[in-house]
């Protein structure tokens, strides 16, 4: 068996772990592309692991965003873009990026969180409101946080006002057919626990998620994602400010399953950052735990033989992706 990596010298507790339950968390292939265009965002949530803002700069430049597209278009076997930030629809090359992905048949996800649609960019002004056209007309699977079905859970995380925007966009995505039965267009959402709590069983959450928001606004979507919160960056210093950093980190290490462990997503994908370095997750990535020795660093060396081969790096908030069923960017992984 391949022996997993610790981000440091001192090998840690998720590392133990995984050799305890004999588990090989070798990459098993590549098959998803998935890039931080921005940390720019019209919103903070409390809950960000990216930390994303309205005050943050940073973007990736077109230079890059074509150095991801000659990478999809040399490799078939990555089928997928999934484009994340902040708000990834407000890099300047967005539109762009996901136009040339779609020209190369590549099935294209975008991390929406719907209320960009209404607020538009907070630094230019500039406005979004033609982005659920733009989503249908591209084919564009749209995968959008909505924290929770009532307002005051969702508020709460999201800030003031964030529930009934969420609501109006949804409506506008249901009438061009996302998320309606027969259509390709797909509409996911996510759900992501309000505090330092595990999420519940996806299916169960699916199925309230759908009939309250089909019974109170008449509103559809495909699947409901249920995601863990990672203890990392914003979230974490919820945690510590409240005192519950070790008593939650204890409940994620209680909860480990070797099952949805082998289903982690940085076995299948690679994660790019706006600048173009390369790391094993989004979650590694904000932490800045780059890529196991000998592996290509950043966008510009790809090279997918080497990627594959690479030894994953583990550090403790993997803990909160082996969980109970499961978190990764499609929720549940057993």
Request: net charge neutral; with cysteine; aromatic share 8%.
């Amino acid at each position: 068996m391949k022996k997993v990596q610790s981000s440091n010298s001192n090998e840690n507790s998720f590392i133990r772990k995984i050799e305890e339950s004999h588990l090989n968390l070798s990459p098993a292939g590549l098959d998803t592309l998935q890039v931080n265009i921005t940390k720019l965002c019209n919103q903070a949530c409390h809950h960000c692991h990216v930390d994303s803002s309205p005050k943050r700069t940073e973007q990736m430049s077109k230079l890059t965003v074509d150095q991801c597209l000659k990478v999809l278009a040399q490799n078939p076997s990555i089928k997928n873009l999934d484009i994340t930030g902040g708000a990834p629809e407000l890099n300047p090359h967005f539109d762009y990026m996901v136009e040339q992905a779609r020209s190369l048949n590549k099935n294209v996800m975008v991390r929406h969180n719907l209320t960009v649609t209404f607020d538009g960019n907070p630094q230019t002004k500039e406005k979004k409101d033609y982005l659920p056209d733009f989503f249908a007309k591209n084919k564009v699977e749209v995968i959008s946080s909505l924290p929770y079905y009532q307002e005051f859970f969702t508020d709460k995380q999201r800030g003031r006002g964030v529930f009934d925007k969420s609501i109006e966009s949804l409506k506008r995505l249901n009438s061009l057919g996302y998320g309606q039965e027969g259509t390709e267009r797909v509409l996911n959402l996510v759900y992501n626990p309000v505090g330092p709590f595990l999420p519940a069983s996806q299916a169960s959450l699916e199925a309230d998620y759908r009939k309250e928001l089909w019974t109170k606004f008449n509103i559809s979507f495909n699947h409901l994602f249920a995601i863990t919160n990672m203890p990392i960056h914003r979230f974490k210093a919820d945690l510590q400010k409240a005192g519950t950093l070790e008593e939650y980190m204890t409940k994620l290490i209680n909860a480990f399953n070797p099952t949805a462990a082998q289903g982690i997503m940085c076995r299948n994908m690679i994660s790019v950052s706006y600048d173009g370095r390369l790391f094993d997750c989004d979650f590694n990535q904000m932490l800045d735990l780059k890529l196991s020795e000998g592996a290509p660093q950043t966008i510009f060396d790809f090279d997918l033989d080497r990627l594959t081969k690479r030894s994953i790096i583990f550090k403790e908030h993997c803990f909160g992706c082996t969980a109970g069923s499961g978190s990764s960017c499609g929720g549940n992984t057993t």
